[in-house]
């Protein structure tokens, strides 16, 4: 059994909302838990799989922590950062970058012992996003970005993070099917009549997740930011880096490229916090702003149905819905949940 290999199994926060043996799982991934940019002077409180973290900047890079100070159970994020060091602001503990709790201020001669001592977790700041596992020995692998990270003809922007009303498993699901392009999406990019080309697409499995490759007619209608033309063909690149993250790289006609990071965290079973980061080689000379609002309708399209899926978590037992070709992914998306040993009852 694949689970009681993991090193959190048995471990599970307080209101933790998965079952034991799924939190165990889910606990040994990466997962991206902030933008580097938002994490300024201030610590910063952000919750993955029902455990509040705290995480700060120091002179020599990010701390990722949980968020309690062991003397009194206060959250270290009230407290301020001084020094590298994480001060609680109910009694001025102080802890430095490897959780040691460095000075106890009313007894400012003593040494504190090494239980009085900050939990701090497995982290990595890659891309302008600071990632997180709540285990030493993760299971994943960071996705590849380097291509577009490493291009300066990509210009960068991010929407998020963003909570929202949803599994991580619904969520995800919704970032690897084409076949909804033509209806969600049909007062935006999507054509009914392309709905066939939604669905077949090149699917293949990779270490750690599936690639697919497709090519796709979008409508282009008069507020999308590409202008000149009310058809594009897009063709489309799609990796999926298990558990939740995905990478579309869209390619048109000339050239132009944009890709399109979605990151989903499990912030409790039925919520979860996305991380949209957007790059592309063309049309410099529009504003962000108008980028992200047409990338932003497009997403709500989909925020609207993700958020009422029914059941909320996604069904392992395949013989539970009817599954047709075009779900190929999602299939494969099961599968890998089945095998790593997620339950039946799984509501990331
Ligand atoms: S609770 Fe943090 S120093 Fe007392
Ligand atoms: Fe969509």
């Given at each position: ?38 994490i ?72 504190p012992?090494s ?30 970005w ?27 699901e919704?970032f ?18 392309s709905?066939?080309?939604?669905a ?55 050239g ?68 047709v070709?075009?779900?190929k ?5 099961r ?14």
């Amino acid at each position: 059994m694949i689970a009681d290999t993991f090193e959190n199994a048995g471990y599970f926060p307080r209101e933790c909302s998965f079952s034991p043996s799924d939190w165990g799982i889910l606990s040994e991934f990466w997962y991206p838990v902030a933008l580097a940019e938002d994490i300024e002077d201030k610590p910063v409180k952000v919750r993955l799989l029902d455990e509040n973290l705290v995480v700060y900047r120091t002179s020599k890079g990010f701390v990722v922590a949980k968020d309690l100070c062991v003397h009194r159970g206060s959250p270290l994020s009230l407290g301020w950062v001084e020094g590298d060091e994480i001060v609680c602001g109910y009694h001025g503990y102080r802890y430095n970058m490897e959780g040691k709790c460095t000075l106890v201020p009313s007894h400012p001669d003593w040494k504190p012992p090494s239980k009085l001592c900050l939990k701090v977790y497995l982290h990595e700041e890659r891309y302008g996003v600071i990632w997180a596992c709540l285990s030493d020995q993760p299971k994943n692998a960071i996705p590849d970005w380097e291509m577009e990270w490493n291009d300066q003809k990509f210009r960068w922007f991010s929407w998020g993070p963003i909570v929202w009303d949803c599994s991580a498993g619904r969520a995800i699901e919704n970032f690897l099917d084409n076949a909804h392009f033509s209806f969600i999406h049909r007062n935006t990019f999507g054509q009914e009549s392309s709905a066939e080309m939604g669905a077949e697409y090149k699917l293949e499995p990779f270490e750690h997740g599936l690639i697919m490759d497709f090519d796709y007619l979008a409508g282009n209608p008069a507020d999308s930011p590409i202008k000149g033309t009310d058809q594009l063909q897009r063709h489309m690149n799609r990796t999926l880096t298990y558990p939740f993250f995905t990478r579309s790289r869209i390619q048109y006609p000339e050239g132009k490229e944009q890709i399109i990071h979605i990151n989903v965290t499990p912030v409790s079973a039925r919520k979860s916090q996305l991380l949209f980061l957007f790059s592309r080689n063309f049309d410099h000379h529009v504003p962000v702003e108008d980028l992200l609002a047409w990338e932003k309708k497009i997403l709500l399209e989909d925020k609207c149905y993700i958020e009422s899926q029914k059941p909320e978590e996604i069904p392992l037992d395949l013989s539970e819905e009817v599954h047709v070709r075009a779900d190929k992914a999602s299939i494969a998306l099961r599968r890998w949940m089945i095998k790593i040993g997620l339950g039946r009852d799984f509501t990331a």
